[in-house]
């Protein structure tokens, strides 16, 4: 066996298909479209959705409720999530970094289970039983 006399197996390496390029081509006249009709014609090929001219679907559906632009989305944080971490300051950063939230964006402490030691705690947000748990802790708390 020589380097020089390696070949790809017959079969396995297919020609390129040249459409448009005259009937020696085998693949001229139509140029493997079929005759006539929309998937024919340049361009013809519809996006999904498209229904042939029917109302799409999409569009059938009644919608309901309403969603404001300017809604904020906070990251939801417990009290009794943060009295296992180690830290004695919280902020956004900590929290991701113990893996309690994904983002660093918005950030919102609710008062759910209680919480045994004095932290100071930065978020964008409190509920009132979050503040007053940290408070009578002897912590602080800190609105970004």
Not at 64 to 92: A, T
């Given at each position: 066996?020589?380097l020089?006399?390696?070949?790809?197996?017959?079969?396995?390496?297919?020609k390129e298909k040249?459409?448009?390029?005259?009937?020696g081509s085998?693949?001229?006249?139509t140029?493997?479209?079929g005759h006539?009709g929309?998937k024919a014609r340049s361009?013809?090929?519809?996006?999904?959705g498209f229904e042939?001219?029917?109302?799409?679907?999409i569009r059938?559906?009644?919608?309901r409720?309403?969603?404001s632009?300017?809604?904020k989305?906070y990251?939801i944080?417990?009290?009794?999530?943060?009295?296992?971490c180690?830290?004695?300051?919280?902020?956004?950063?900590?929290l991701?970094h113990?893996g309690?939230?994904k983002?660093?964006?918005?950030v919102k402490?609710l008062?759910a289970?209680?919480?045994s030691?004095a932290l100071?705690v930065?978020?964008?947000?409190?509920?009132k039983?979050?503040?007053?748990?940290i408070k009578q802790?002897?912590g602080?708390?800190?609105?970004?």
């Amino acid at each position: 066996m020589r380097l020089d006399k390696l070949a790809p197996v017959p079969g396995s390496r297919k020609k390129e298909k040249r459409i448009g390029r005259g009937p020696g081509s085998g693949h001229g006249k139509t140029s493997t479209k079929g005759h006539k009709g929309q998937k024919a014609r340049s361009g013809g090929v519809k996006g999904p959705g498209f229904e042939g001219g029917q109302q799409p679907l999409i569009r059938r559906i009644p919608k309901r409720g309403f969603k404001s632009l300017s809604r904020k989305e906070y990251s939801i944080v417990n009290l009794k999530s943060l009295d296992g971490c180690g830290e004695k300051m919280i902020n956004p950063e900590i929290l991701k970094h113990l893996g309690l939230i994904k983002h660093t964006s918005l950030v919102k402490i609710l008062g759910a289970g209680d919480i045994s030691k004095a932290l100071t705690v930065h978020a964008h947000k409190f509920s009132k039983t979050a503040e007053e748990k940290i408070k009578q802790a002897g912590g602080s708390i800190n609105i970004i």
